[in-house]
């Protein structure tokens, strides 16, 4: 037991990070699945598309909020004035991907208007409100929480290459799936270099770790409720 208290002790901020993701990443792990296996999966897609541009339409302005909050924080916070840098190189590397996932629902039939008119689930809004709260009324450095989880786990190739196969829709509609594979390991690499190299408090360090677990804990809950609720007329 001294041994492990100790390793606890001395391990590094993003090692710390990622063990309490993967307290709860089975609960996304078992949604995923359930969502891949399902036999309606070719009318399931294009809802997965929509939850994932509700929530990616979000990650440029949940960056800028950050950034601006970091550098109001940062004369007085070692720890502000270390993100917003982050955030300067961060923002260009996401803006835009939002309306890639617009493409993609064109390739599956759907139309740009009907999805950026169609209200966001509740469930998607708390995920991302969240977010703003920290930020704004606790330490933007919260927001790394969430972005480990979406960048820290992304899906294989092969997979994607299995899911287009399954649900007969050409690799377009894979594009910005596609992409994130190939771009959040290295996405991923970065963040932890970054995190390794905050001097953070205890309490920064636990709202950076209850930020990521609720954010895999209520984008779980996003994946089922667009099975259990999905009717074909969406």
Request: aromatic letters at 6%.
């Amino acid at each position: 037991m001294k041994v492990s208290s100790r390793s606890a002790v001395t391990a590094a901020e993003s090692e710390r990070l990622r063990r309490k993701i993967e307290l709860v990443l089975p609960e996304l792990g078992e949604a995923s699945r359930r969502l891949i296996l399902d036999a309606r999966i070719a009318d399931l897609y294009p809802e997965f598309l929509f939850t994932l541009h509700c929530v990616i339409r979000a990650s440029v302005p949940l960056m800028e909020t950050a950034r601006k909050r970091a550098g109001e924080l940062a004369a007085e916070d070692q720890v502000s004035a270390a993100l917003a840098p982050y955030f300067d190189e961060h923002i260009p590397e996401e803006r835009d991907h939002d309306e890639w996932l617009l493409d993609d629902l064109e390739v599956v039939g759907k139309d740009r208007s009907s999805i950026l008119t169609r209200p966001p689930s509740p469930t998607v809004a708390a995920a991302v409100g969240a977010q703003y709260y920290w930020i704004l009324h606790y330490h933007p450095v919260a927001l790394l929480g969430y972005i480990a989880v979406l960048e820290g786990y992304p899906p294989t190739i092969e997979l994607l290459n299995d899911l287009a196969d399954r649900t007969g829709y050409s690799r377009a509609a894979f594009r910005t799936l596609m992409a994130h594979a190939e771009l959040d390991p290295g996405h991923r690499d970065e963040l932890d270099m970054l995190l390794d190299g905050l001097s953070l408090t205890q309490e920064q360090s636990t709202v950076m770790g209850l930020s990521a677990i609720s954010s895999v804990q209520i984008l779980a809950r996003a994946i089922d409720e667009l099975r259990d609720g999905f009717d074909g007329d969406q």
